[in-house]
């Protein structure tokens, strides 16, 4: 890790330092751009043969039959594990639930004048695909964190796809009653389940995140398709004044260890503890070479001028995990994946177990949307309805709006309402055309 001070010599290389950081994320899609979309374009075109090849290539596959994981295997899987780690999937899953069903919106309808009533109907998608990583790392988790926030919004269709899934995934999807499941990966996956094969139909949306390639086909797709969000290596920010070292290091330690791309920062004002940090996560991933690469890539400890500097730095770089120390400092917090409130919130407890997701923002995109959520895989249907009062009251002011738009057409579509309105009779009490 690099510590670097935000006032003093050097100060403008790391105004331009944070300036990078503020921009970083997409720049390294484009070196996979080519090939990516000579793969997608070559699944869209050519469906199943395509998709069969690279699944050869890419996924170890030998033939069609093998695409498709059957539920027989994954109950396999659950049968096998050890029956501790079957009860963290379902204490894991039970969090994760209640956390979707609390976040889920509900259907409403409310009348602001007399005579309109005005509400939204909550319906979910038709049908999503869930890309589970399977690199470095067996990920059942992500399985969890894509597929029950839709299981919640209530989608009928769900499709899994991971490349060479690990047991423990394909257990995880029986435990959650998933039967659409393919050992698919890479660019080639993301294309089958954005425009389908004879093998995999197509889904209305792209949930999970991936490398490179699965992230540039995501972007490729995103017209046709819609996708959560573009995630990249993951990232964390502890800002902390009174931190305790070994718990500030053995955070910055746990996310670097994903990848060697990772994005690791401690912002403090205390250079004492700065320096006690770098040394601590040094010492912690001597025996963990990618935690040990990323922190040596991209590890900052940056000390601030002022608690104030440090908050406004935390909030420009947006990150996709945050540590703070207290609840007092939610505050000030403007931009953040998911927020970790003191020295008991280890960062990994949110990656399994707490219930928000873990598919989180990166490359500063916290400044402009949260997590995935059950709303990731809902519409919202907006419902108005008049009666003859509604469009007494309101119509005039309307047709009037549409004419000062030009829209002579809409005006009139509305008075030739008010004309037919009918209007109490003063002698009779009656009412008449």
């Known amino acids: 890790m690099k510590l670097i001070r935000t006032k003093g010599r050097g100060a403008r290389q790391v105004a331009e330092m944070l300036a990078a950081l503020e921009r970083r994320g997409g720049a390294a899609l484009d070196s996979v751009l080519p090939a990516v979309r000579r793969i997608v374009a070559d699944v869209r075109k050519r469906g199943d043969r395509a998709l069969l090849r690279y699944a050869t290539q890419f996924d170890g596959l030998s033939n069609a039959a093998a695409l498709r994981v059957t539920p027989q295997e994954m109950a396999a899987a659950w049968e096998a594990l050890d029956p501790a780690l079957q009860e963290a999937l379902a204490t894991a899953a039970a969090q994760i639930r209640a ?50 926030p839709a299981q919640v919004a209530g989608v009928p269709r769900i499709a899994a796809v991971s490349p060479k899934p690990a047991p423990e995934t394909l257990a995880a999807a029986h435990m959650l009653g998933i039967t659409e499941f393919y050992r698919l990966g890479g660019a080639h996956a993301v294309a089958a389940l954005a425009y389908g094969t004879t093998t995999v139909a197509r889904v209305d949306k792209i949930v999970g995140p991936g490398n490179l390639y699965v992230t540039a086909a995501k972007r490729l797709v995103a017209f046709d398709c819609a996708i959560d969000m573009l995630a990249g290596p993951t990232e964390i920010v502890i800002t902390s004044e009174r931190g305790r070292v070994a718990d500030i290091a053995s955070d910055l330690v746990a996310q670097a260890e994903h990848d060697p791309e990772a994005l690791a920062i401690f912002i403090t004002t205390r250079e004492d503890l700065a ?29 601030a001028s002022s608690v104030d500097e440090a908050r406004a730095i935390t909030n420009r770089l947006a990150p996709e995990h945050l540590t703070v120390d207290a609840a007092s400092d939610l505050e000030w917090v403007e931009n953040a994946g998911s927020v970790f409130v003191g020295r008991w919130s280890a960062q990994p407890m949110g990656d399994y177990i707490s219930g928000p997701n873990h598919t989180l923002p990166t490359g500063g995109t916290a400044r402009v949307r949260g997590g995935l959520s059950v709303n990731d895989f809902v519409k919202l249907i907006t419902v108005q309805e008049y009666s003859v009062q509604g469009l007494r009251t309101l119509g005039p002011q309307a047709a009037l709006l549409a004419e000062a738009e030009g829209l002579t057409g809409h005006a009139e579509a509305i008075r030739t309402r008010l004309r037919r309105i009918p209007r109490a009779n003063k002698e009779t009490g009656g009412s008449r055309d």
């Not at 409310?110 to 109907?121: E, F, P, R």
């Not at 996560?281 to 000390?303: F, Q, T, Y």
Request: a positive charge; one cysteine or more.
């Open 99 to 148: 956390f979707a069903e609390k976040q889920l919106p509900p259907s409403w309808n409310a009348s602001s004048v007399d005579g309109l009533t005005t509400g939204q109907l909550v319906r979910p998608l038709g049908s999503v695909g869930c890309y589970v990583p399977s690199g470095r790392h067996p990920l059942p988790s992500t399985l969890l964190m894509t597929a029950i």
């Open 275 to 303: 320096k006690d940090v770098i040394a601590e996560a040094k010492l912690r991933s001597r025996d963990n070479a990618v935690a040990r690469e990323s922190l040596d890539l991209n590890g900052l400890a940056i000390v």
